[in-house]
């Protein structure tokens, strides 16, 4: 017995050296970092100047990152709304039996394949442009000039418009989970519900929805960890624009800095110790989210 023990640990060596050197050690270190004000990336620790719990007090006050976790609640919720409303269409519709539905799985995941600073460039030139983008094209073509006359990439819309093509980008992916885990769901059950004379939409809330419960909570959890870390879509969509600001892309502003003029230099930008708290806080809340989300959901044994 103790051999095998021996043996077992022997081969679990090698992954808890690489957990500890790859992930525990720059989380413990963030957080030391947290309570520090360090000027630069490459400060020696000498430089290091101790304050305390100065840039939580700091961060949490500041109006701009307030902002910044309005504007990714905001994204969690409406964007998770977009997501799983058209992952659980398609998903539903692919497993239905639909003619080519290889190539329609394969369509919808594609904007999952391409760079996200690519589709960000993508919607805002060729989608949002008010001169010739497409939703402008389609709707002067309509006939719905109001809506043509829109300008998605100002103050009033661009962080609805960040979302819905965001929302746009992540659709496939998500997809993909639900639609592996309504094939796992055995046919036999949604041929008895089809004799028993039970409709698509009641063979979809009956069956698939409760027998679908811990993967949509695994999906849940995987669509949080990426709502509370969104930083590309923040960074070429708005720049420094408080609409669109992520506590993400605030944390990148506090250590690497922004333009003069910006009301993040104001409040002390290039503060490597606080832009390790606002890291913390984000990894705080993604544990405390995932944590509300298994209790909101917990795991059912579950054999078909």
């Not at 020696?44 to 100065?54: D, Q, S, T």
């Not at 639900?178 to 979809?204: M, Q």
């Amino acid at each position: 017995m103790r051999m095998k023990k021996s043996i077992i640990a022997l081969f679990l060596a090698p992954a808890v050296i690489i957990y500890l050197a790859i992930f525990l050690y720059p989380t413990l270190r963030t957080f030391a970092m947290s309570f520090y004000n360090i000027p630069t990336l490459s400060s020696r620790i000498a430089e290091w100047k101790f304050v305390g719990l100065v840039n939580y007090k700091d961060v949490t006050s500041s109006t701009y990152f307030i902002g910044s976790v309005k504007n990714v609640l905001g994204i969690w919720a409406f964007g998770g709304v977009l997501i799983f409303v058209f992952a659980f269409l398609y998903a539903a519709i692919l497993t239905s039996g639909v003619k080519g539905k290889n190539f329609w799985r394969s369509l919808i995941f594609l904007p999952n394949t391409v760079s996200a600073v690519v589709m960000s460039v993508v919607w805002l030139q060729y989608i949002y442009n008010s001169s010739f983008g497409l939703l402008t094209s389609v709707f002067n073509r309509l006939g719905l000039t109001a809506l043509a006359n829109i300008q998605w990439t100002d103050n009033e819309h661009i962080y609805y418009a960040m979302i819905m093509a965001f929302s746009f980008g992540s659709i496939g992916y998500f997809m993909l989970i639900l639609n592996a885990g309504i094939n796992r769901i055995p046919g036999d059950f949604y041929e008895v519900a089809t004799l028993e004379g039970a409709s698509p939409w009641t063979k979809f809330f009956k069956i698939t929805l409760p027998l679908l419960r811990d993967v949509f909570r695994t999906t849940l959890v995987l669509w949080t960890i990426t709502a509370f870390n969104f930083f590309v879509w923040s960074a070429t969509f708005g720049l420094d624009d408080p609409h669109t600001v992520t506590p993400g892309y605030y944390m990148y502003q506090k250590v690497f800095g922004m333009a003069k003029g910006t009301s993040v230099l104001n409040e002390g930008a290039f503060n490597v110790g606080s832009g390790a708290s606002v890291g913390i806080l984000i990894t705080l809340a993604t544990l405390i989210a995932s944590a509300l989300i298994s209790r909101l959901f917990p795991r059912d044994r579950l054999e078909y």
